[in-house]
Each structure stands twice: as structure tokens, then as C-alpha cells.
């Protein structure tokens, strides 16, 4: 029941503009059951939360094959 008590919460606190509490969080539920994850968070993992609304949340991400910073949006949140 771990899980879901983690991505609840972030998903609170992201209405709540707690960014770094919300990614603290998402990466708690994203731990337990790799199913919470909103993108490719092997090729992407996240650095910062950069914002969130309507339309779902951006992420600053690092780019494993690359080896630079990418933005990535995602439309689930």
C-alpha cells in the first residue's frame, strides 16, 4: 500500500508547488514499482521539476546518451 500513499503524494504536492518534496516522492513510488514512472526515467532520469498544470508536468532531465540536460513534458500527472 506503500506505492500509491507515494504517488498521492506527489501528486499533492505538486498542486501545492512543492517541487522538491514532489520529486523526492515520485522518485519514492517510482522506486517501489518502476509502473509510476511518467517517461523513460533509464534514459532520462530526473534532475528538478520544473512545473506542473493542466496539461501535465515538465521535467529537467539528464540524457544518459547524450550526456547533456533535456526538458522532458509529460502529459500524465
Do not use: T
Request: proline letters at 3%; one cysteine or more; a positive charge.
Amino acid at each position: 500500500m506503500k506505492k500509491p500513499a507515494c504517488f498521492n503524494l506527489f501528486l499533492v504536492r505538486l498542486r501545492n508547488k512543492d517541487y522538491v518534496q514532489a520529486l523526492a516522492d515520485f522518485n519514492s513510488a517510482i522506486k517501489i514499482d518502476k509502473h509510476y514512472a511518467l517517461h523513460d526515467i533509464e534514459k532520462y532520469p530526473m534532475i528538478s521539476i520544473l512545473g506542473s498544470g493542466g496539461m501535465g508536468c515538465v521535467f529537467l532531465c539528464h540524457d544518459q546518451w547524450d550526456e547533456k540536460q533535456v526538458v522532458v513534458k509529460s502529459r500524465r500527472c
